[in-house]
Every structure is written in structure tokens, then in C-alpha cells.
């Protein structure tokens, strides 16, 4: 670790990178206390929280995604609240509601605010997608604000804030797709598949023979916030940021800097934001793993969940069968690393 980079940090913030590590092998032990393998998807959710941002996760029903916010959020001793969204779901439903109360004493009345749902540490939105566009956007700008806003007056909400909005990618009837803007307010965009068969075998094995034994506490608010400030601290080479900008202005299919495929496959590429969060996830990845050494491998890692609800293929994709996914592994095979010379 060079010199620079220890001087970035302080000294007691130096050493929380350290424990880190040892701290995700807690979690982790913890978290499969209940959950079955996920490990991919349990490392882009933990990264999201200590970036400050929120997921959508996209997963057929079944796969416990329910079960697995509830096991992170019990793990880190955070408050949880599952909102189910339907079509008959109000903005007042999600955020709270102000009431006409009368104080006994003085005979008068007056409004008091009664808090949503909202306001917990960490949301799990399910099947956002159900709900009218009004709540979702009510929901979207608590998650951008952190705070809510009710008869004219603000209430901040609880710190950390974390939203996961779920999605079933079966069903499209009657649902209410995000737009690209708010798709965009998203980090990460996560999809959970099949477990393979010895995951699934011990998945039924556990569910059905005993119960299984509690996850303990690992992480509390204050220490989720801690994190979320030394990840800002996080120093990153010039060459790691030209990178990650030169995968997002690659996706796009009316710059110059654009491939050729790009600009057959893609009606539209990503926004400043997908590279801000490729750096705010490849932070996020050395401080799991104990680092302070960002590396273009880091932004690598959490190209493909930053970046596919971030493009929109054409027509030609289609026809081809061409997918978000086959479009960013492409585009992270054409876009050259920085070399050793450049790092010198």
C-alpha cells in the first residue's frame, strides 16, 4: 500500500479498512446461517449500502429475496420494512399521513404526523413495479433526499438508508415499468438466478428438516455509517477514473469514442451517474476486502450491475439476440486497461 494512500485515511480509519475483511468473513458466516450461497449478490447489496446507494434486484418468485434483506438487515441490527406495492398503493401509504388529534388538556386540535413505513433503515420495495407511477416516484425521491415530505413539512429519515426494490421479470401485465430516469437512481441492478443443484439440495435440506440457528449481530447503524465515510475517503488514481469514464462514454452510441457495435446495437448508453458508482463500487470492493488499492479490475467487478439497466438496446440487438449483458462484456473486452506505463 503506498504512502499516499495511508496518508488519505486516519490512522483509526486505517485500521477499520484492515478489520474489514475479517469483518465480511462474519458477515458472511452469519448471513449463510440462513441463506444458501448468494454470495455475489449478498457482496453487490453490502457494497450498495456502504456506498450510500440503493439496489433493484430482478429474480423469478421464490428465490428469497425477502429472506435475504431480512438476514442483512438482522445481521447489521438495522431496522427492516417490507412494502408491498400494488396498483391500489397511494404515496400517503409508504411516506405516512398527517391525523387530526385533539389535545385532552386544551380542547384544541391539530395534526400530527404519523410515520410510514419509509422510515427504517433498510426498504425492501416488492415488485416495484406494481404501483403507479405517483408512489414510485414518492418513493424514488426519499431515496435521492432522505426525507419525506408530508403537509408542507420535511422529516428526515432514519441514517442508514437503504432501499431494495424487487422486480419479477415473468410477469409484465398490469405493472407500471420504472422509466430510464428514475432506473437511473438505482446502483446497482442485481439479478438472482437458480441456485445450481448442491445449493438447492442443501436449500431444501435445511428449510425442512430443523430450524435454523439465529444470525448474531455483526454491524450496527453507526458503524455502517462509519464505513460509508471512509469509502468517500477512499483515494483513486487518475487511471482508475479514466477508465471507468471510458466505459461509459463508450456506451454511447452518439459519441466519438464509441465502438461500432455500439452504434449498431444500442439506442442509448449510460449516464454521468454509472460512472460515478463504478468508482463508488470499486471503493466499496477494496474496503470489503481489507484494501485501499482501487484497481481497474475493481471497476471490472461491478461493470455489468452498474451498467445494464443503464443502456437500452435497439432493434438490431434484437434481432440478433443480443442482450444488456453480452453488450457490457463486449464493451469490457474493446475498451483498453490503462498499461504499466501509464501507472508509473
Not at 450491475?305 to 464493451?331: M, Q, S
Request: proline fraction near 6%; glycine fraction near 4%; aromatic fraction near 8%.
Amino acid at each position: 500500500m503506498s504512502q499516499a494512500n495511508k496518508r488519505s485515511l486516519r490512522h483509526d480509519e486505517y485500521e477499520a479498512v484492515e478489520k474489514m475483511a475479517k469483518a465480511k468473513e462474519i458477515l458472511l458466516r452469519e448471513i449463510h446461517k440462513i441463506i444458501i450461497g448468494q454470495d455475489a449478490v449478498i457482496e453487490l447489496l453490502l457494497m450498495s449500502m456502504f456506498c450510500r446507494g440503493h439496489c433493484l434486484v430482478v429474480g423469478v418468485p421464490g428465490l428469497a429475496k425477502t429472506l435475504l434483506v431480512r438476514t442483512i438487515a438482522q445481521v447489521l441490527k438495522l431496522d427492516f420494512s417490507r412494502i408491498q406495492f400494488t396498483p391500489d398503493l397511494m404515496p400517503s401509504d409508504i411516506t405516512g399521513t398527517r391525523v387530526i388529534e385533539e389535545d385532552v388538556t386544551t380542547g384544541k386540535r391539530g395534526f400530527r404526523f404519523v410515520k410510514g413505513p419509509l422510515f427504517a433503515n433498510i426498504i425492501l420495495a416488492d415488485e416495484i413495479n406494481r404501483t403507479p407511477p405517483k408512489t414510485q416516484a414518492a418513493l424514488l425521491e426519499a431515496m435521492q433526499e432522505y426525507r419525506v415530505t408530508s403537509g408542507g413539512d420535511e422529516y428526515p429519515l432514519d441514517l442508514p438508508f437503504f432501499v431494495l426494490a424487487t422486480q419479477n421479470p415473468i410477469e409484465q401485465e398490469g405493472t407500471y415499468p420504472l422509466p430510464e430516469a428514475q432506473l437511473d437512481r438505482f446502483m446497482f441492478c442485481v439479478y438472482i438466478d437458480y441456485p445450481d443443484r448442491d445449493e438447492e439440495r442443501e436449500i431444501i435440506r435445511t428449510t425442512t428438516y430443523e430450524l435454523p440457528e439465529e444470525p448474531r449481530h455483526v454491524l450496527k447503524g453507526s458503524d455502517i455509517i462509519a464505513i460509508q465515510n471512509i469509502v468517500r475517503r477512499v483515494p483513486v488514481s487518475d487511471h482508475v477514473i479514466n477508465y471507468a469514464l471510458s466505459l461509459v462514454r463508450s456506451s454511447r452510441p452518439k459519441s466519438n469514442e464509441a465502438p461500432s457495435f455500439i452504434r449498431e446495437w444500442l439506442s442509448w448508453g449510460a449516464g454521468p451517474r454509472a460512472a460515478q458508482y463504478l468508482v463508488l463500487g470499486a471503493k466499496a470492493r477494496t474496503i470489503l476486502d481489507g484494501r485501499l488499492n482501487v484497481s481497474c479490475d475493481d471497476v471490472r467487478s461491478v461493470a455489468l450491475p452498474v451498467l445494464r439497466h443503464r443502456i437500452f438496446t435497439n432493434f438490431n440487438a434484437d434481432a440478433a439476440g443480443v442482450d444488456e449483458v453480452k453488450v457490457v462484456e463486449r464493451l469490457l473486452d474493446t475498451v483498453q486497461e490503462p498499461t504499466a506505463e501509464e501507472y508509473e
